[in-house]
């Protein structure tokens, strides 16, 4: 069991991720990838130029060569990994995360996310303290690479067709959070036509207009600004941009399962095939998918799961529920971009109001409880539970225990950093998922 990487990499504040911290790890995953290109990012954040010179020592202490992107999006990171066929990259983020964290995220060759379980292997070379060193005649060299934004920029515009956004000139708000976001979003828009304004668009790791993690409760600036602006949607993304939130033209905002039911419609309109996404995802999507014509795969929940599984189907589009789309034909991590691209050019083909396409998309309710659990006893609670509820439903033991009932589902996960146990319900009505919640919260706290 991995100690230090999560369900995407390892995040910390400096007490643990210090540069010592990231210059082992990441000389241990440039041996666990046996060296080769590898390419290095970072997001603005306070702490990131001192980790990336750790990450880069590191790196080439194993015999890697290292390609330097400099301040750029994750998905930047990992659309460049398959264009330059390097062996891997390291991104310095932790996401949407307070100013005083950070993080360091590995992918391997497929810009596929080092998983929980691959971490694990690379910690074990990272505790023992033996590392392969690379011969002093052996070492290889750094290089910036400066290209990277504008050739991302390059494929994002040719995701979508001009011609609709062109002729419909859309108002947009863009709430870069300080993030890097702010290095592509306002351009590429204003090249597709639409009137922007945007908040919060100087990168600044301090990240003072506010909060990282696209909530509700973080961009209520954003929903005043569109209803003030008579805009027709705004659009925000977290710290490292891989996910991306909307809001509609009265000021709503719209939950990720819903932005992405629409992805995974616009999405089979143009090939059929799987969908995945992960256990914790709203019935939404599985509707739409199966409407489409297409199919449904679940996998855990987490960034690599998504994109392995996407690589191995062929997938047409995979995501979760936080507002983060994999768009496998440009590249398999999550693209905060690409989604937000797909969805204005859909409103502009369709001429219809961004609440009116959400509205079109199935309505599910649901409603959440946390419950307090120690570590030592997630897994026990877990296994009491699945004997429990034996029977009840369809069970589905992938990530947590998660039963389906006809139109209904509910799901019991272990949260992997706080000692929490989180149950989660979703089913046709406000008042059906209550009732399931109760139930079923009822039972663990009997357990
Ligand atoms: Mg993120």
Known sequence: MAKYFGTYGIRGK??????????????????????????????????????????????????CSVLNLGIVPLSTLEFEIRKLSA???????????PPEWNGLKFADKDSIGISREDGAEIEKVFESGRFKKADWNQLKKVENYPLALEEHADALRKTIERRHTLKESPKVVLDCGNGVASLIAPKLFKEFGCKVTTLNSQLDGS????????????????????????????????GDADRVIFIDEKGG?????????????????????????????????????????????????????????????????????????????????KDGFI????ILERMCKDGRPLSSLIAGMPAYYNSKARLECPPDRKQTVLKKFKEKVRGDGKINDMDGVRIDFDDSWVILRASGTENLMRIFAEAR??????EILRKYKRIVEKL
């Not at 062996?87 to 995360?97: D, E, F, L, P, Q």
């Not at 992805?263 to 199966?290: E, F, H, M, Y």
């Open 429 to 434: 009505s406000q008042k059906k998922a209550d």
């Open 14 to 63: 400096l007490d643990m991720l210090t540069p010592e911290f990231a210059l082992r790890m990441s000389s241990a995953f440039g041996e666990h990838i046996n060296g080769g290109k590898v390419l290095v990012g970072r997001d603005a954040r306070l702490s990131g130029e001192m980790l990336e010179h750790a990450v880069i020592a590191g790196l080439l202490s194993s015999g």
């Open 207 to 238: 990240f003072p207009g506010r909060n990282s993690e696209p909530t509700p409760q973080n961009l209520q600036e954003l929903m005043k600004a569109v209803v003030a602006l008579k805009a027709d949607m705004g659009v925000a993304w977290d």
């Open 253 to 333: 905002y719209i939950y990720g399962d819903k932005s992405f039911a629409l992805c995974v419609d616009i999405a089979l309109r143009q090939r059929k095939g799987p969908v995945v996404t992960t256990v914790a995802t709203s019935n939404a999507v599985a509707d739409v998918a199966k409407e489409r014509g297409g199919s449904i795969e679940y996998v855990k929940v987490g960034g690599p799961y998504l994109s392995r599984r996407t690589k191995e189907l062929n997938a047409v589009i995979a995501g979760e529920e936080a507002g983060g789309v994999i768009w496998p034909e440009v590249h398999l991590g």
């Open 87 to 97: 062996a891997g990259g390291v991104m310095i983020t932790a996401s949407h995360n």
């Open 339 to 342: 989604t937000a691209l797909k």
